[in-house]
């Protein structure tokens, strides 16, 4: 199981999905004044900006909820090493969420800049880069599992 590397490559995206959910994903600033700390499950507005983000924080617990769902999944298909199929279909669903993850970050991001005030410019942290890593080792283990089950499909030709 743990000789082949897209074992590796799964057991880092659900390394990285935990971490990602630990960590803050950007800051919102307005100057030099921090506006809002933007986690995974919630909007932390400072004192004077509350009344902003009040309305819209239910969005980043769909966040976090898809990163604990995306960690699930890659532990599973890790389980799973010996039916690569069902290893295949996971990982690939597991990349359309990381996706999914993305896209709404990126729409959730605007929303909120736009809430606060037009003139207020967002961070990325390093947790803000976690699911695009993810998706480049979901692609990479999904190369490894089409290579393995093509190498099980050749030696099952030759007996």
């Known amino acids: 199981m743990i000789q082949r590397i ?8 659900a390394v990285l999905s935990i971490l990602g959910l630990c960590l803050p994903i950007g800051k919102f600033y307005q100057g030099t004044h921090t506006v809002a700390t933007y986690n995974n499950f919630v909007l932390i507005p400072s004192e004077d900006y509350g009344q902003a983000f009040s309305s819209i924080n ?12 995306v960690a699930l999944i890659t532990l599973m298909s890790i389980m799973l090493y010996r039916h690569c ?3 295949l279909r996971l990982t690939i669903f597991s990349t359309i969420l990381l996706v999914g993850y993305v896209a709404y970050y990126a729409f959730l991001t605007w ?3 736009l809430a606060v005030n037009p003139d207020t410019t967002y961070h990325l942290c390093i947790a803000a880069v976690l699911p695009v890593v993810s998706i480049i080792l979901n692609c990479l283990a999904i190369h490894g ?3 393995d089950e093509a190498l099980v499909r050749s030696l099952d030709r030759l007996r």
């Open 6 to 13: 897209q074992t590796i490559y799964l057991a880092l995206v």
């Open 58 to 69: 239910l969005g980043p617990i769909a966040l976090g909820v898809l990163l604990i769902i």
């Open 111 to 113: 929303k909120y800049t």
């Open 85 to 87: 199929m069902r290893q």
């Open 145 to 147: 599992i089409r290579r």
